[in-house]
Nanobody, 126 residues
Framework: QVQLVESGGGSVQAGGSLRLSCAAS????????MGWFRQAPGKEREGVAS???????YYADSVKGRFTISQDNAKNTVYLQMNSLKPEDTSMYYC????????????????????WGQGTEVTVSS
């Protein structure tokens, strides 16, 4: 089992930045890919960014050039640096871990991921 705990959410004005963290514990050696997802009220959960253990990254078109996913394998922590935030980025953000390394086509698919955190809330005001 893998446990995931997100932190770093908060309220920020449009154009601002936040950095989310996801601390993983437990059988982290069984995971091949980490991802960030978000879900706004009344909307479906959507994939935002993904990173493999080797450092390959994949982003949703809506965040490319603004968000950066990174990891510190020694600390078992994944980060999501969010810059140039927009009101439409307002969501609950979730960290997820996948046991299997499927292709990039599946990088932002919920079904790829086996473990989920509880989420951290991000609010961007205009």
């Amino acid at each position: 089992q893998v446990q995931l705990v997100e932190s770093g959410g908060g309220s920020v004005q449009a154009g601002g930045s936040l950095r989310l963290s996801c601390a993983a514990s437990g059988a982290t050696y069984t995971t091949s890919r980490m991802g960030w997802f978000r879900q706004a009220p009344g909307k479906e959960r959507e994939g935002v960014a993904s990173i493999t253990r080797s450092g390959s990254t994949y982003y949703a078109d809506s965040v490319k050039g603004r968000f950066t996913i990174s990891q510190d394998n020694a600390k078992n922590t994944v980060y999501l640096q969010m810059n140039s935030l927009k009101p439409e980025d307002t969501s609950m953000y979730y960290c997820a871990a996948a046991k299997h390394l499927y292709g990039d086509h599946w990088a932002l698919s919920e079904s790829t991921y086996n473990y989920w955190g509880q989420g951290t809330e991000v609010t961007v005001s205009s």
